[in-house]
């Protein structure tokens, strides 16, 4: 049987009226970033909370709803109420009755560009994805790199359905080479007039226009069929996407909203995320870590000295930081012991630092990896977040891309949260509703 080809379908985005271009940049009058969030997974609850307080409209209001009102998220066993679900779902319907989000008049695909304050640019096509047949999930043209859990996939699709909407893409990377479809988004300026173009508070700017009409989206199509693509963020939507798919119930559900980058053209931002173990006095994960690895102090080291001690080390390596800052550097993990965690694992994948997380160190601490607590990018705000768990920072390096390559073509999955793609799309630029 053939491969089902990788295939973007225009749909109609459901967006802000008031995202006017120039608008924030200009008058003054809205300020259209204040509307825009992270991906669901990415902001702390504070930082969660802070968005919801930014703006009344802002789209965490519909991604993280279960900061709206704490004291019915869980049901004693960690699953959300419904009750979350169905107050994201009326507050969406409330925003189109009121015409603060409307759906576009003709199906588009949309491109999307991110310019970082450095001076780092993405730009990728948002379509919908058309998911392959259920029958034949081994031969998708869409591959997962990253394990995942069931409670979030059950959270973003029981969202999903009580909405009726997808509110955020999935992140998709694929090496198109400067492929036809590359060449259309990249020649987005002189094909029409920008739909949004606004700043995010982090100094990115973000562009968006629309490709109607059959002929643009028939070369589109064709240059991406015989492609595969790697989810870069977004495995638990996909996952949920999936379960949609199969349960047959939902109309629409044979496509998911995505986010496609060349990667060939627009090489991706690839970050860490650390973890918080709370609660975990650093000199005794040291003592336990010396069991199955060298560890040692880097006496009197700044972070940006322990970050370079960790680059330097070799893989894999991780960094041990106490809640006053002192760092301990574990390297030279025992090769049998690691192999004697993970059986089942190839050498790649017990060679990534996750996964030495993971199987070896956690287990010595009687932890989970369930029980750590993430933090995306910023080792500063790890070590911050040891202090108010009283607990130990371990700082992450990030994965190389032939890394990750190099796991997903052996068929395997790297473990949860080892890796964080960026530029990350912004939620709330478009959306999509289901039929």
């Given at each position: 049987m053939a491969?089902?080809?990788?295939?973007?379908?225009p749909f109609r985005g459901l967006r802000y009226t008031d995202l006017n271009v120039g608008r924030a940049l200009d008058s003054g009058e809205l300020d259209a970033a204040a509307l825009l969030a992270p991906p669901y997974d990415v902001p702390g609850?504070?930082?969660?909370?802070?968005?919801?307080?930014?703006?009344?409209?802002?789209?965490?209001?519909?991604?993280?709803?279960?900061?709206?009102n704490p004291t019915v998220r869980g049901d004693g066993a960690g699953r959300t109420s419904q009750v979350v679900y169905e107050g994201a779902a009326t507050r969406l319907r409330a925003w189109i009755g009121q015409g603060i989000l409307a759906q576009d008049p003709e199906p588009a695909l949309y491109v999307y560009e991110q310019?970082?304050?450095?001076g780092v640019r993405q730009r990728g096509l948002i379509g919908a994805l058309a998911l392959p047949p259920v029958s034949s999930p081994a031969r998708e043209p869409v591959r997962p790199h990253e394990e995942v859990d069931h409670g979030p996939v059950l959270d973003r699709l029981r969202l999903t359905v009580s909405t009726g909407a997808h509110l955020e893409p999935v992140f998709l990377l694929y090496p198109g080479g400067g492929g036809a479809a590359t060449r259309v988004a990249e020649d987005a300026e002189r094909r029409g007039r920008a739909l949004v173009d606004t700043r995010t508070a982090d100094g990115t700017r973000h562009r968006l226009w629309a490709l109607t009409g059959p002929a643009v989206h028939a070369e589109i199509a064709a240059d991406l069929a015989p492609r595969t693509a790697l989810i870069a963020d977004g495995h638990h939507r996909y996952a949920a996407y999936q379960e949609m798919h199969a349960s047959g119930r939902v109309p629409g559900s044979g496509h998911g909203l995505a986010y496609l980058v060349d990667s060939d053209t627009h090489p991706p931002d690839l970050g860490a995320i650390h973890r918080v173990v709370p609660g975990l006095d650093t000199a005794a994960a040291v003592g336990a870590a010396r069991s199955a690895a060298r560890v040692e102090e880097l006496t009197g080291a700044s972070l940006p000295d322990a970050e370079r001690a960790l680059a330097g080390a070799g893989r894999p390596a991780l960094l041990l930081a106490d809640p006053s800052g002192r760092f301990h550097l574990?390297?030279?993990?025992d090769a049998a012991k690691a192999a004697q965690a993970a059986p089942s694992r190839s050498r790649t994948y017990r060679e990534l630092p996750t996964a030495v997380l993971e199987h070896v160190l956690l287990p010595l601490w009687g932890y989970a990896e369930h029980q750590t607590r993430k933090v995306h990018d910023d080792p500063a705000k790890a070590v911050a977040a040891a202090r108010e768990e009283h607990g130990t920072a371990v700082i992450v390096p990030p994965l190389r891309v032939e890394q990750v390559y190099a796991v997903a073509d052996r068929g395997e999955l790297t473990p949860r949260k080892s890796t964080s793609f960026g530029p990350k799309p912004r939620t709330g630029l478009v959306m999509r509703l289901l039929p």
């Amino acid at each position: 049987m053939a491969r089902p080809p990788l295939a973007l379908a225009p749909f109609r985005g459901l967006r802000y009226t008031d995202l006017n271009v120039g608008r924030a940049l200009d008058s003054g009058e809205l300020d259209a970033a204040a509307l825009l969030a992270p991906p669901y997974d990415v902001p702390g609850p504070e930082e969660a909370r802070d968005l919801l307080r930014s703006d009344p409209h802002n789209a965490a209001h519909l991604t993280v709803p279960y900061q709206l009102n704490p004291t019915v998220r869980g049901d004693g066993a960690g699953r959300t109420s419904q009750v979350v679900y169905e107050g994201a779902a009326t507050r969406l319907r409330a925003w189109i009755g009121q015409g603060i989000l409307a759906q576009d008049p003709e199906p588009a695909l949309y491109v999307y560009e991110q310019t970082t304050a450095a001076g780092v640019r993405q730009r990728g096509l948002i379509g919908a994805l058309a998911l392959p047949p259920v029958s034949s999930p081994a031969r998708e043209p869409v591959r997962p790199h990253e394990e995942v859990d069931h409670g979030p996939v059950l959270d973003r699709l029981r969202l999903t359905v009580s909405t009726g909407a997808h509110l955020e893409p999935v992140f998709l990377l694929y090496p198109g080479g400067g492929g036809a479809a590359t060449r259309v988004a990249e020649d987005a300026e002189r094909r029409g007039r920008a739909l949004v173009d606004t700043r995010t508070a982090d100094g990115t700017r973000h562009r968006l226009w629309a490709l109607t009409g059959p002929a643009v989206h028939a070369e589109i199509a064709a240059d991406l069929a015989p492609r595969t693509a790697l989810i870069a963020d977004g495995h638990h939507r996909y996952a949920a996407y999936q379960e949609m798919h199969a349960s047959g119930r939902v109309p629409g559900s044979g496509h998911g909203l995505a986010y496609l980058v060349d990667s060939d053209t627009h090489p991706p931002d690839l970050g860490a995320i650390h973890r918080v173990v709370p609660g975990l006095d650093t000199a005794a994960a040291v003592g336990a870590a010396r069991s199955a690895a060298r560890v040692e102090e880097l006496t009197g080291a700044s972070l940006p000295d322990a970050e370079r001690a960790l680059a330097g080390a070799g893989r894999p390596a991780l960094l041990l930081a106490d809640p006053s800052g002192r760092f301990h550097l574990v390297r030279d993990v025992d090769a049998a012991k690691a192999a004697q965690a993970a059986p089942s694992r190839s050498r790649t994948y017990r060679e990534l630092p996750t996964a030495v997380l993971e199987h070896v160190l956690l287990p010595l601490w009687g932890y989970a990896e369930h029980q750590t607590r993430k933090v995306h990018d910023d080792p500063a705000k790890a070590v911050a977040a040891a202090r108010e768990e009283h607990g130990t920072a371990v700082i992450v390096p990030p994965l190389r891309v032939e890394q990750v390559y190099a796991v997903a073509d052996r068929g395997e999955l790297t473990p949860r949260k080892s890796t964080s793609f960026g530029p990350k799309p912004r939620t709330g630029l478009v959306m999509r509703l289901l039929p």
